[in-house]
Protein backbone atom coordinates (compact mmCIF):
# COMPACT_ATOMS: atom_id res chain seq x y z
CA UNK A 1 0.00 0.00 0.00
CA UNK A 2 1.35 3.14 -0.79
CA UNK A 3 0.65 5.97 1.18
CA UNK A 4 2.82 8.92 -0.21
CA UNK A 5 0.28 11.00 -1.36
CA UNK A 6 -2.08 10.62 1.97
CA UNK A 7 1.34 12.04 3.89
CA UNK A 8 1.82 14.67 1.31
CA UNK A 9 -2.23 15.52 2.16
CA UNK A 10 -1.42 15.37 5.99
CA UNK A 11 1.72 17.58 5.99
CA UNK A 12 0.04 19.99 3.97
CA UNK A 13 -2.89 20.11 6.96
CA UNK A 14 -1.03 19.71 10.02
CA UNK A 15 1.28 22.43 8.42
CA UNK A 16 4.35 20.25 9.10
CA UNK A 17 7.19 18.62 7.46
CA UNK A 18 6.39 14.54 5.20
CA UNK A 19 9.01 12.94 7.62
CA UNK A 20 7.18 14.13 10.64
CA UNK A 21 3.43 12.42 9.93
CA UNK A 22 2.92 8.99 11.61
CA UNK A 23 0.56 6.53 10.52
CA UNK A 24 -0.69 3.79 12.88
CA UNK A 25 -0.26 0.21 11.55
CA UNK A 26 -3.42 -0.51 12.65
CA UNK A 27 -5.87 1.69 10.90
CA UNK A 28 -4.19 2.10 7.55
CA UNK A 29 -7.49 0.71 5.64
CA UNK A 30 -9.06 4.04 7.02
CA UNK A 31 -6.09 6.44 6.20
CA UNK A 32 -6.37 4.36 2.42
CA UNK A 33 -9.94 5.83 2.04
CA UNK A 34 -9.02 9.40 3.63
CA UNK A 35 -10.05 11.96 0.41
CA UNK A 36 -10.77 15.31 2.15
CA UNK A 37 -8.64 17.80 4.40
CA UNK A 38 -11.37 17.10 6.98
CA UNK A 39 -10.95 13.43 6.81
CA UNK A 40 -7.29 13.85 7.94
CA UNK A 41 -8.13 16.73 10.66
CA UNK A 42 -10.59 13.99 12.23
CA UNK A 43 -8.02 11.25 11.96
CA UNK A 44 -5.97 13.50 14.24
CA UNK A 45 -7.53 14.63 16.65
CA UNK A 46 -8.68 10.59 17.08
CA UNK A 47 -5.04 9.73 17.19
CA UNK A 48 -4.52 8.07 13.79
CA UNK A 49 -2.36 9.96 12.45
CA UNK A 50 0.16 11.77 15.24
CA UNK A 51 3.15 14.06 14.44
CA UNK A 52 6.70 13.38 15.21
CA UNK A 53 8.65 15.63 17.45
CA UNK A 54 11.25 17.97 16.19
CA UNK A 55 15.09 16.27 15.72
CA UNK A 56 18.10 18.31 15.90
CA UNK A 57 18.59 21.81 17.12
CA UNK A 58 15.57 23.81 17.02
CA UNK A 59 15.25 27.15 14.98
CA UNK A 60 13.91 29.08 17.90
CA UNK A 61 17.19 28.77 20.32
CA UNK A 62 19.46 31.49 19.31
CA UNK A 63 23.28 30.08 18.63
CA UNK A 64 25.17 31.04 21.80
CA UNK A 65 28.58 31.62 19.94
CA UNK A 66 28.48 34.47 17.28
CA UNK A 67 30.29 34.05 14.16
CA UNK A 68 30.03 37.42 12.97
CA UNK A 69 33.29 38.67 10.85
CA UNK A 70 35.16 39.50 12.94
CA UNK A 71 35.27 36.54 15.10
CA UNK A 72 36.20 34.25 11.87
CA UNK A 73 40.25 34.07 12.16
CA UNK A 74 41.81 33.63 8.57
CA UNK A 75 45.64 33.95 7.42
CA UNK A 76 46.47 38.08 6.57
CA UNK A 77 46.90 38.42 3.25
CA UNK A 78 50.67 39.12 2.28
CA UNK A 79 49.91 42.67 0.71
CA UNK A 80 48.64 43.56 3.58
CA UNK A 81 51.46 43.23 6.14
CA UNK A 82 53.70 44.98 3.13
CA UNK A 83 51.36 47.99 3.70
CA UNK A 84 51.42 47.93 7.20
CA UNK A 85 55.14 47.82 7.68
CA UNK A 86 55.93 51.06 4.87
CA UNK A 87 53.12 52.66 6.68
CA UNK A 88 54.46 52.63 10.35
CA UNK A 89 58.00 53.29 8.76
CA UNK A 90 56.86 56.30 6.91
CA UNK A 91 54.87 57.47 9.83
CA UNK A 92 57.73 57.05 12.02
CA UNK A 93 60.00 58.79 10.00
CA UNK A 94 57.33 61.97 9.82
CA UNK A 95 56.92 62.40 13.85
CA UNK A 96 60.48 62.59 13.71
CA UNK A 97 60.53 65.33 10.92
CA UNK A 98 58.09 67.12 12.62
CA UNK A 99 59.83 66.75 16.08
CA UNK A 100 62.67 68.37 14.51
CA UNK A 101 61.27 71.52 12.93
CA UNK A 102 61.66 70.16 9.66
CA UNK A 103 58.17 70.35 8.75
CA UNK A 104 54.91 72.30 9.64
CA UNK A 105 51.68 70.54 10.95
CA UNK A 106 50.13 71.50 7.61
CA UNK A 107 52.33 69.61 5.43
CA UNK A 108 52.57 66.80 7.95
CA UNK A 109 48.88 66.13 7.95
CA UNK A 110 48.91 66.41 3.93
CA UNK A 111 52.15 63.68 3.90
CA UNK A 112 50.03 61.44 6.40
CA UNK A 113 47.37 61.67 3.88
CA UNK A 114 49.34 60.54 1.02
CA UNK A 115 50.76 57.81 3.22
CA UNK A 116 47.49 56.39 4.21
CA UNK A 117 46.62 56.67 0.22
CA UNK A 118 49.91 54.54 -0.99
CA UNK A 119 51.30 57.59 -1.78
CA UNK A 120 54.88 56.09 -1.43
CA UNK A 121 56.39 53.21 -2.00
CA UNK A 122 59.41 53.61 0.69
CA UNK A 123 61.19 55.74 2.27
CA UNK A 124 63.63 56.36 -0.22
CA UNK A 125 60.51 57.69 -2.33
CA UNK A 126 59.37 59.92 0.84
CA UNK A 127 62.53 61.41 0.64
CA UNK A 128 63.03 61.83 -3.00
CA UNK A 129 59.56 63.94 -2.69
CA UNK A 130 60.39 66.21 0.11
CA UNK A 131 63.79 67.43 -1.54
CA UNK A 132 61.51 68.29 -4.58
CA UNK A 133 59.61 70.54 -2.23
CA UNK A 134 60.96 73.99 -2.02
CA UNK A 135 59.73 74.83 1.15
CA UNK A 136 61.68 71.69 2.50
CA UNK A 137 64.92 71.26 3.32
CA UNK A 138 66.52 67.78 4.78
CA UNK A 139 70.32 67.92 3.67
CA UNK A 140 71.05 68.77 7.75
CA UNK A 141 68.74 66.26 8.93
CA UNK A 142 70.90 63.26 10.37
CA UNK A 143 69.12 60.44 11.56
CA UNK A 144 69.21 58.98 14.94
CA UNK A 145 70.27 55.27 14.64
CA UNK A 146 70.46 52.71 17.12
CA UNK A 147 73.50 52.92 20.20
CA UNK A 148 76.83 52.54 18.83
CA UNK A 149 78.05 49.07 19.99
CA UNK A 150 80.95 48.99 22.76
CA UNK A 151 83.39 46.03 22.09
CA UNK A 152 83.53 44.48 25.57
CA UNK A 153 86.34 41.85 24.38
CA UNK A 154 88.85 44.30 22.85
CA UNK A 155 88.96 46.07 26.10
CA UNK A 156 89.55 43.03 28.28
CA UNK A 157 92.06 41.73 25.55
CA UNK A 158 94.16 45.27 26.03
CA UNK A 159 93.67 44.52 29.83
CA UNK A 160 95.13 41.15 29.89
CA UNK A 161 98.24 42.13 27.59
CA UNK A 162 98.53 44.96 30.55
CA UNK A 163 98.78 42.62 33.50
CA UNK A 164 101.10 39.95 31.80
CA UNK A 165 103.97 43.20 31.16
Known amino acids: ?13 LKVGKKRIHFSNENLAEI ?3 ITKQDIK ?3 SEGIITIKPIKGRK ?10 PGKIKKKVKHR ?10 LRE ?7 QGIIDNELFLELRRKIRMRGFRSKAHLKEYLNGLEEVNLNPVVEVKSKP ?3 KKVV ?3 KIKEAKK
Open 32 to 34: KEA
Open 42 to 44: DMH
Open 59 to 68: KIKKRKTKRG
Open 80 to 89: KQIYVKITRK
Open 93 to 99: YLKYLKK
Open 156 to 158: KKE
Open 1 to 13: MNLLRKKQLAAKV
Open 149 to 151: KIK
